[in-house]
């Protein structure tokens, strides 16, 4: 299935917030939060399904050439 320009841009913007709030954990001490672990498999996981979801959309119809 086909995302539209917009759906492509608010998913890579929410994928940059979630890299975000990891880079921002990294300078936490784990021991202080808990459920560190998971919380980090949490963003993982969900930066490895919208990187999937751009991928398995096809390609960006903005980027596409016309003729």
Same mark, same amino acid.
């Given at each position: 299935?086909? !995302?539209? =320009?917009?759906? =492509? #841009?608010?998913?890579? &913007?929410?994928?940059? *917030?979630?890299?975000?709030?990891?880079?921002? !954990? *990294?300078?936490? &001490?784990? *021991? *202080?939060?808990? &459920?560190?672990? #998971?919380?980090? #498999?949490? @963003?993982? &996981?969900?930066? =490895?399904? @919208?990187?999937?979801? @751009?991928?398995?959309?096809?390609?960006?119809?903005?980027? #596409?050439?016309?003729?």
């Amino acid at each position: 299935m086909t !995302l539209t =320009r917009v759906e =492509r #841009e608010r998913i890579t &913007d929410s994928r940059l *917030k979630i890299q975000a709030v990891a880079s921002s !954990l *990294k300078g936490v &001490d784990p *021991k *202080k939060i808990p &459920d560190f672990e #998971e919380i980090e #498999e949490c @963003l993982q &996981d969900a930066d =490895r399904n @919208l990187r999937g979801a @751009l991928r398995s959309s096809g390609p960006d119809p903005s980027k #596409e050439v016309h003729r």
